[in-house]
């Protein structure tokens, strides 16, 4: 089994596998080749690859030379132009989303696999990448946040007088909500959060949040633990509450998602106005719409004294623990396929393989996905 790990394009930071991850496969015999530099913004040389047992190649010899490719982001036009039908296709690519893409995978006849669509079922959980990144996004929201706004995030009783905690609101309780959640309570702040899935209540309160319920939330329960859509009746309601914590908040941040779907929009221009100037704002949910109107995607923009930030990515600037956690979900799933003599087997009757897997043959095959694009 050959595997080549290319090198990302663009402001990514991140390599889908370090060293280390490297080594782990080398050790069972698969031969890897990495592209030349792939793992600088991250911090690993290709000595380092080299010393893992690795081969550093161009991108060229990495594609043509490996059964089976590995990324983060999806294969750039020219990546896309030097791969051959046939080979396996690893990475993350939002195939819910990105129709037109998948479209021309499947065209192209790769076999492919995006780990953000990867089964949320407890034997997946070390593979998903998802909960890594929303981990470090969660993290890093909340560092980025108290770095921003005009005051500190503790409570502190001075000689010169006494600082009150800074009052956070966090929009989603999911994995990056809750990491969200954690974070502030560490550094002190009071924090509020509001979330449709009752299910997550103790969670939040368990880490030090006052879990704020709006009534009438529809929980589907058949929706695999995420959230769905919500009445207009109950949107409004929540719109309601939220705007009264929000103008009370010096941050507010927001990581409410429904998978395959735009982003609920939960923080109107009205309510951002009414908010403290100086207050903050950071948006998690930035890449697919926003919770809060006015957000831009990739982007800081100061609105009536309100900063509000606009980064869904923030494990590109971690990028070497972040790797190391995508790495580890990589191995975890390549587990599934290679053996321990480095043999590969696709087994399709395992449920992660299936669920994992977008295009196979020429066709479609992820089932949730198909039904997406038949709606
Ligand atoms: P997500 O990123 O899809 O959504 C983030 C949060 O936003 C969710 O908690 C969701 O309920 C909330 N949300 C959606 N609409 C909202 C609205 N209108 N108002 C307020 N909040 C709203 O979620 P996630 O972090 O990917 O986690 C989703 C679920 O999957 C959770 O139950 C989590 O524990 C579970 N999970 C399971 C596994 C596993 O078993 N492998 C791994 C990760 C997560």
Same mark, same amino acid.
């Given at each position: 089994?050959v595997?080549?790990?290319? @090198?990302?394009?663009?402001?990514? @930071?991140?390599?889908?596998?370090l ?14 080749m990495?592209?030349?530099d ?9 000595a380092?690859? %080299? ?15 490996s ?11 020219? %990546? ?6 046939? @080979?396996? =296709? ?8 990105n ?5 021309k ?7 492919? =696999? ?6 949320? *079922?407890?034997?997946?959980q070390?593979?998903?990448?998802l ?9 890093k929201a909340v ?8 005051k500190f =995030?503790?409570?502190?009783? *001075? ?16 994995v ?5 959640i954690?974070?502030s309570? @560490? ?10 899935r ?9 880490l030090?949040?006052?879990?704020v ?38 941050v507010?941040?927001? *990581? ?5 779907k ?7 221009k ?27 995607d ?19 600037d971690?990028?070497?623990?972040a ?21 590969f087997?696709?087994?399709w009757?395992d ?23 038949n709606?």
């Amino acid at each position: 089994m050959v595997i080549g790990v290319l @090198k990302e394009a663009g402001s990514e @930071k991140r390599v889908a596998l370090l060293p280390e991850a490297v080594m782990t496969l080398t050790k069972i015999s698969v031969t890897v080749m990495v592209e030349k530099d792939a793992g600088l913004k991250a911090f690993a040389a290709n000595a380092d690859y %080299e010393a893992a047992g690795a081969k550093i190649a161009s991108k060229s010899e990495v594609i043509s030379g490996s059964e089976m490719l590995i990324k983060i982001n999806p294969l750039t036009d020219e %990546e896309f132009q030097l791969i051959n039908s046939g @080979k396996i =296709f690893l990475a993350q690519f939002n195939p819910l989303m990105n129709h037109q893409l998948v479209k021309k995978i499947a065209e192209k006849n790769l076999t492919s =696999f995006s780990l953000d669509v990867i089964p949320r *079922t407890s034997r997946a959980q070390a593979m998903d990448i998802l909960s890594s990144m929303a981990t470090v996004n969660g993290y890093k929201a909340v560092l980025t946040a108290a770095n921003s706004i005009p005051k500190f =995030f503790p409570m502190f009783m *001075t000689a010169a007088g006494t600082i009150t905690p800074a009052k956070v609101l966090i929009l989603g309780a999911g994995v990056a909500g809750l990491q969200a959640i954690a974070t502030s309570r @560490k550094l002190g702040a009071v924090v509020q959060v509001f979330d449709v899935r009752a299910a997550v209540k103790e969670e939040v309160i368990g880490l030090g949040g006052k879990f704020v319920e709006v009534e009438g939330a529809v929980d589907d329960k058949s929706a695999g633990g995420y959230a769905v859509e919500q009445t207009e009746e109950f949107k409004k309601r929540q719109a309601e509450a939220i705007h009264n914590h929000a103008i009370k908040s010096d941050v507010v941040l927001c *990581t409410a998602q429904i998978p395959g779907k735009k982003a609920p929009l939960l923080l109107k221009k009205e309510t951002v106005e009414s908010m403290k100037p100086g207050a903050v704002i950071v948006d998690l949910a930035a890449s697919t719409g926003g919770n809060c109107e006015l957000t831009k995607d990739g982007e800081t923009i100061v609105h009536n004294g309100v900063t509000i930030i606009g980064n869904s990515n923030f494990a590109i600037d971690m990028p070497s623990d972040a790797s190391k956690m995508f790495g580890k979900n990589i191995l975890n799933f390549l587990n599934l396929m290679i053996n321990n003599k480095g043999e590969f087997n696709l087994n399709w009757e395992d449920d992660i393989i299936k669920g994992t897997c977008v295009t196979h043959n020429r066709e479609i095959v992820h089932e949730r996905l198909k039904s997406l694009i038949n709606q």
